[in-house]
């Protein structure tokens, strides 16, 4: 079971842990999850030497080389400031898996303090900022995609429809296999493509059985894997980081 998070005051500062996706494939959603922040009045700092979380080694079994990653970032988040993460996929691995990752070593402790400052964007807007939105784009319909890792890791189910139910011209409808994975996985889908492409197609087929025009998420690799398969087969969905998302209707 996923353990109660504790919620602070809203901060003066926070960091920003951009994630490798967002830095290579979405760097718009950083850009945006930034403006969200700094509108609520939050100095935001990006660390310039942060790298990957260790994920894909560690879930790959490579857990010297997820360590040895790992490791990297630790000494990046000095100050006692909450570290936000816009993807649950990364904040599962630093808020969960850091400890387990760093037991029995010298930086078991480090890696349990920064462990507990970790905070997914949605989850932070909500629990942390109470984000009140004012919507400013045209009536919508468009489903939701929460990952496994931000649903099951973290407990992460509510926080991105809690926020695009307070958009006034949204309707968020609910998708058949709201829970089920996309087949990214990270190395899943290079490991087992025909898999992973199985499930992405009943990932699509159910977004696109509600009528929904767009899909959001909070999650990167899922944006890729399911916007991709959208867009190879000119279906006409569209898919969006939270982050844009949000901003693009509210600024």
């Known amino acids: 079971m996923t353990p109660v998070k504790l919620y602070p005051p ?8 951009g994630t490798c996706l967002i830095d290579l494939f979405y760097p718009q959603a950083g850009l945006d999850a930034i403006r969200l922040l700094e509108r609520e009045g939050i100095d935001v700092l990006f660390p310039q030497d942060q790298t990957c979380c260790g994920q894909p080694a560690y879930t790959s079994g490579y857990h010297d080389e997820a360590r040895a990653v790992a490791s990297a970032q630790l000494d990046l988040f000095p100050e006692p400031w909450p570290i936000v993460v816009p993807s649950g996929s990364c904040g599962g691995m ?5 400890p ?22 949605t989850e932070f807007l909500v629990h942390v900022c109470h984000l009140r939105l004012e919507d400013h784009g045209a009536p919508e319909k468009i489903a939701m995609h929460t990952s496994c890792s931000a649903r099951r890791e973290m407990g992460l189910t509510e926080t991105g429809p809690a926020l695009l139910a307070r958009l006034d011209q949204v309707e968020l409808v609910e998708q058949a296999r709201a829970a089920e994975c996309c ?10 493509p025909e898999v992973s492409a199985a499930m992405v197609e009943d990932k699509t087929q159910a977004i696109e059985a509600t009528g929904a025009t767009r899909f959001v998420t909070s999650d990167c690799g899922c944006l890729m894997n399911i916007a991709g398969r959208f867009e190879h087969q000119k279906r ?16």
């Open 183 to 192: 087949g990214f996985g990270g190395t899943f889908a290079v490991r087992h």
């Open 236 to 251: 006409g969905v569209e898919g969006e980081h939270i982050a844009s998302y949000l901003w693009r209707r509210t600024s």
């Open 94 to 98: 630093m808020r969960i898996h850091y």
């Open 100 to 121: 387990q990752l760093f037991a029995g070593t010298e930086r078991k402790a480090q890696a349990d303090e920064v462990a507990g400052r970790i905070f997914e964007l």
């Open 10 to 17: 809203k901060p003066e500062k926070v960091y920003l842990f």
